[in-house]
DNA sequence: AATGAATGAGCCTTCATTCAT
DNA sequence: AATGAATGAAGGCTCATTCAT
């Protein structure tokens, strides 16, 4: 509350949306404690006096974006009541034009590289995926109790359609020219279905 | 024939196959060239006599990953003569312990983290499941002509498929503990399910 | 008045200052980045906060020496007021004994070396030259004027001047063994008053 | 005469000549082992069979430089009877068009920058300067004879007129489009003229 | 708080040289 | 004789990090 913690706060936000513009744009591996700063309208020496190294600030992008797409997932999901359109919710996350969100993408990848071999961020990335999961579980459970579903595994369910997702975005993300929104959202549900009437919900 | 050109293609094979060990174990970005020289059980200079960047050999190496899983995913579609068995055979590709298959996890992340940001390799990529679709379309097409199937549009079913199947290896591979490889199967088969029967694929 | 801008530019001279003795010493082929940090008294990372290259680096001793030879000569020249002084007080850069002025002949042949291939290079030279012979223009100029001269081609003469001392200096300084300053003095005197009585100058 | 020593006089002539071009197009310091054995339609190892080392063949390219400069003055100056003209002939050296003279000056630049740091080259500068002032003293003291010259002190003359004769190349060859070939032999006359008749002779 | 000067480790790349064939 | 594979030293450059101001 005192405006030393205020600046605080402000700064490390100022300096984590940088970093995640600059990652995005070009790699983590291929921008500078400098680029950085420069971004964020600081020096360097203003940088690591927030953050004590490179790393530390990329692992705050991550946390930073991670959160980000889990509050706007859960956002999009309680604009529903039916559940299957909760579940289907998910899909206004392939973004159709929301830069906040295609932003990510290079990120993600970025962090997904760095997870195989450093387990801190396999933790966060586990982290991220049950909160997620979660969600769609919920979900699911709810249209159990009301009749819209019939799913006898609601967790393995809810992993696989956040993972289908993931799927799908990635390839709408890295090869945009070839495939159309509307095969993504249409893919999307069509999965969606199979996974809610297949083998994984049959006893 | 001449054993000059003979020992050129083992050694760039050699080299490839070390960066490629050492690339999956390590990351891209946290391996060097001496390191693959090392791997590869030669020098330093010796690895840049057949490979003029570290650039150079990180490229054989993803196109040599590509290769490989092509191959692999044609093999184990032709194992089956049935439309749907061939669409299914994608999911060995989960591996199950092979490693010539796991290994190849961080260097897919690895390539999309760069494929962001350098468009030769969006092309590569591109070609790359463009191959993999023509596989999964031909089976489908297949399928239509027998009466297995009835899609109206092979090509988004294809490509969905190679989708959702991509979503679920990469989950699998980095939330190893948290899915099955049950899961991941039964998983794959629903989703697929779905995509044969549903809305892509009416009219 | 800033001190960082007064230490920018000390830092910078010191450096320039390191790398003139250095290739002065050594050559510019055989001398490092390295070694020119540790004659200013720096670290390499010292030297390429400053200059972001080995060539910048280079390029601004030549620039430096280039500056200080013209200064000196301009100096020399203006210490005397009969134009036949002024002409030769350009010998006295043959420098008997002066440090600051011998220690340019190795940079001055480095130099060369380079022009012959880098069009930057000769473009700096042609400058360089161009001053120089303005300088002893003038001074034919003033001679014509007072009668001392009868030069119909200040010009073409004071270009011979200069390209002639040049000639002289060289050959003092690289066979320094056989040729006694006093024969660089008046073989200067003797080619200068052949150039300015000679065919160049009658119409 | 076996056809083995044969072949290996043509060999390093070969080598010599490739190098030389090399010298001259790009500086002893941008070129390798490989370019020179390249430019001499052999390989690396074959150059390396006939020399020793990259130093050897620059040596070796000088000397053979300065041979060819040095016979070419000889013969020049053998085409004239009178001593004024075999004096002059050396400005045919300006070249003028000659490849095989004009190739030279980057290699001399090149072998001056060199000596400045290495005790044997500026021996092999001090013996050439030597016998091509030898030519010139030889003319001035015929000269002499025969009643054209009276110059009390040849020696210096004539390392003067070679001095000159230098300056003036060079600075035609640095600044060919400001000086004109003419002024470079009239200039050469005049200061010759004022060098044989001036104070160096007087006594 | 914020700057940017300074350090030095690390890495890619070049290339002269050696040597097996 | 000639090749070119292989080595490894050397050097330029980048950049995370530290620290004085």
Redesign the pocket.
Same mark, same amino acid.
């Given at each position: 509350m005192s405006s030393?913690a205020q600046? !605080?706060v402000l700064?490390r936000a100022q300096i984590v949306d940088a970093a995640l513009r600059e990652i995005s744009a070009k790699g983590m591996n291929?921008? #500078? @404690? !400098?680029s950085i700063?420069k971004a964020a /309208?600081? %020096?360097? /020496? /203003? @940088? #690591?006096?927030?953050f004590? %190294?490179? *790393? *530390?600030i990329c692992e705050a992008v991550f946390q930073s974006f991670f959160d980000f797409i889990f509050q706007r997932s859960k956002h999009n999901i309680d604009l529903y009541s039916d559940p299957l359109s909760k579940l289907l919710s998910f899909g206004w996350l392939y973004n159709w034009g929301d830069p906040d969100v295609s932003t990510g993408y290079p990120l993600l990848f970025d962090f997904m590289a760095e997870a195989c071999h450093k387990e801190s961020y396999r933790a966060i990335f586990h982290e991220w995926v049950n909160n997620w999961v979660a969600l769609l579980k919920d979900a699911i459970i709810e249209g159990n109790n009301d009749g819209t579903f019939n799913c006898s595994d609601p967790d393995a369910t809810a992993k696989a359609i956040s993972a289908v997702y993931h799927g799908l975005a990635v390839r709408w993300y890295l090869d945009r020219d070839s495939h159309s929104t509307q095969w993504t959202i249409t893919s999307f549900t069509d999965a969606i279905n199979g996974l809610l009437t297949g083998s994984l919900n049959k006893i």
């Open positions: 030393n600046r !605080e700064r291929n921008i #500078t @404690v !400098e700063a /309208g600081l %020096s360097k /020496g /203003g @940088v #690591t006096h927030y004590k %190294s490179k *790393d *530390d």
